[in-house]
């Protein structure tokens, strides 16, 4: 009787250098306990000096490595047909400077764009106009509204971007969480159209 296997791949797995990669360790399995151990412990891929950092293992592998140490299988691959093996070369420890620099930039990017936003909409203008029409006073500086202003305008990007600091407001993803997934998600299918092997026929080869 054939014994039923379920396989659905990782998506993305990271590995050091050197490192013996299992089945284990790129999918989940669903087997019966009599072989579960064995689909386990299967090598799928031996980690190189010349496989640079970006592996792609295709399903077609999978299958291939465990019918090679299995007889009478049924395989039925559930999700990703791909895994992403990304080998960490090496580890890159958080350089202060680079930090401070990288800080700066952002900061006064943020600064300029904000000003230049408000400078285009004419911002002081419609304080001075806003600040007349509920008090009835000519103000060149309105700073009743706009120090509230100017506090509404971090708190509002703070919970925009639902974090402060390192702490997250709320489990909702901010929009550059979404931005930086929808980008990781196409990278990543780059990566596998170009990097697998399989993917590709060239008629000259």
């Keep these: 009787m054939d014994t039923t296997i379920y396989i659905r791949l990782r998506h993305r797995v990271q590995v050091k250098t050197g490192a013996t990669v299992y089945l284990k360790d ?3 399995i669903t087997a019966p306990k009599t072989v579960m151990n064995t689909l386990g412990n299967l090598i799928v891929h031996q980690v190189k ?3 640079n950092n970006i ?11 465990i019918t090679e140490q299995l ?3 049924n395989i039925q691959l559930v999700g990703p047909q791909q895994t992403i093996v990304e080998v960490i070369l090496k580890k890159v420890k958080m350089s202060i400077p680079i930090f401070v620099i990288v800080w700066l930039l952002l900061f006064i990017g943020s600064a300029v764009s904000i000003m ?3 400078e285009d909409v004419s911002m002081q203008t419609v304080h001075q106009k806003l600040f007349h029409l509920l008090t009835g006073i000519e103000d060149q500086k309105p ?3 706009q120090i509230p202003y100017s506090i509404g305008l971090g708190l509002g990007m703070t919970l925009f971007f ?3 600091f390192k702490k997250r407001i709320n489990d909702e993803p901010s929009p550059l969480e979404v931005e930086m997934f929808n980008y990781q998600q196409s990278l990543d299918q780059y990566v596998i159209m170009n990097e697998n092997k399989e993917s590709i026929k060239r008629m000259d080869e």
Excluded: C, R, S, Y
Excluded at 55 to 65: A, E, F, L, R
């Design 26 to 28: 790129i999918a989940l």
């Design 49 to 51: 000096k010349e496989d």
């Design 55 to 65: 592996i792609i293992i295709d399903g077609m592998k999978v299958i291939q490595v």
């Design 71 to 73: 007889n009478d299988t």
């Design 116 to 118: 230049n936003f408000h």
């Design 143 to 145: 700073l009743t509204i």
């Design 162 to 164: 639902n974090h402060f």
